[in-house]
């Protein structure tokens, strides 16, 4: 996983509902439940164009320096993500927290330096998933109880051009949940018909709050998180080596976010390894993408499927010619029935008129009798002579 996903308001509020995080938080809206983020820890590079070219409000500051929250169509490393956590009652809980782990934090002496091209030069945006029980960052998280789960629309990964040799600029693939199809007596339970309009990726993670070493009005702590990561399954082996670990059933959702044992983690490693082909879907994405800069909605569209080889050749037998044509020819085509081998009826092309021969000079034009005497009994000619009539 390269580290760039999207994330929509859409998309939380369907895990919201999925999750039942709406009956557990007094029925309040999604956006109101979630607090504005300080915007001092991004450096201002938070910010994102809508498709007319004007700047979006999400990404203006606010008075009292924050940004509200919206749509994120290329989120990266650095950015802040709605998570799904527990608090410490044990409810579920949202909150904005910024994409890359950090583990350490800052003093009085020495703060930790603002903007994710400092502060962020070596966050750790994902965790392997066969090794973090044994890596002491993680393991303590673990024992921490600090996991989440986050709700994406979707990640991306390149994949260079094979007829490029692998060089050159690689082509940005959006990878995202299939819309599951509705059927007659299904989606009852309204948080399945949440899911089914605004499908997600509901992606494992853990999460840790260290001190900013700064004083009000600054964050005194700074909130991150990072996404685990597993073998990719057969469907994207294509695409890439690896992929996010995706949990398929919620139930296992909260069980990683209430026991994260190490059997709970092992079975949304393998759920997420076998991963069916009909659980997810994929397509090329402009490459300006690629830069972190670019924010708008186009950034997840598909790219216009490229013309078959086969509709640059037009179809043998089925094309007319013109009257035009015909006319230039000389000749008015139609069908007349000779006599094979074995007596079969075989149907060819003559033509009533012809347009008058070349003749090279000093020779003579052959009759119509002699261009029939010439013809041998036997040879290919005599298939497409004219029958004789019996009078």
């Known amino acids: 996983m390269c580290g760039r996903t999207a994330q929509s308001v859409a998309a939380v509020s ?9 009956s557990r938080n007094g029925g309040r809206s999604v956006v109101d439940r979630i607090g504005p983020r300080r915007c001092s820890n991004d450096g201002g590079d938070n910010g994102s164009s809508t498709t007319n070219g004007e700047t979006d409000k999400s990404s203006i500051p606010q008075e009292d320096g ?5 749509d994120n169509f290329n989120l990266s490393p650095g950015h802040d993500a709605v998570v799904f956590s ?27 330096q603002e903007g994710p091209s400092k502060h962020f030069s070596n966050l750790m945006f994902n965790a392997r998933s066969d090794t973090h029980f044994s890596k002491p960052t993680f393991s303590r998280l673990l024992g921490e109880r600090k996991t989440c789960v986050v709700a994406f629309d979707g990640f991306f990964e390149w994949k260079a051009d094979p007829l490029g040799g692998g060089k050159g600029k690689k ?5 995202f949940r299939k819309n599951p199809p509705e059927k007659e007596g299904n989606c009852k339970d309204p948080n399945q018909q949440s899911a089914q309009k605004s499908p997600y990726l509901l992606m494992a993670g853990l999460w840790t709050s260290v001190p900013t070493g700064y004083s009000p009005p600054k ?14 399954c057969n469907p994207l082996r294509w695409l890439h080596s690896r992929m996010p670990v995706c949990i398929w059933d919620e139930e296992l959702a909260w069980k990683w976010l209430q026991e994260p044992s190490q059997q709970i983690h092992q079975q949304i490693d393998e759920q997420s390894h076998l991963t069916e082909q009909y659980l997810l879907d994929w397509h090329a994405v402009t490459t300006q993408m690629s830069s972190t800069k670019y924010r708008e909605a186009d950034a997840i ?33 139609k069908e007349s ?16 008129k012809r347009a008058a021969p070349i003749v090279s000079p000093g020779k003579k034009p052959a009759t119509k009798k002699a261009k029939l005497d010439s013809t041998k009994k036997g040879s290919i000619t005599s298939f497409f002579s004219p029958k004789k009539s019996k009078t």
């Open 219 to 232: 964050p005194a702590t700074l909130d991150t998180f990072t996404v685990l990561t597993t073998e990719v």
């Open 301 to 333: 569209k598909a790219l216009p499927k490229p013309k078959s080889v086969k509709a640059f050749f037009a179809p043998i037998g089925k094309s007319k010619p013109s009257s035009d044509t015909k006319k230039k020819a000389g000749t008015n085509t």
């Open 337 to 352: 029935t000779g006599t094979g081998k074995k007596g079969e009826s075989i149907k060819t092309a003559t033509t009533t």
């Open 66 to 70: 924050t940004y509200p929250w919206g």
């Open 14 to 22: 369907a895990a919201s509902t999925s999750l039942r995080t709406n």
């Open 171 to 175: 082509q940005p693939y959006y990878v």
């Open 86 to 112: 527990l608090n410490k009652e044990g409810q579920l809980q949202m909150d904005r927290k910024i994409w890359g782990l950090v583990s350490k934090g800052g003093t009085s002496k020495a703060p930790l």
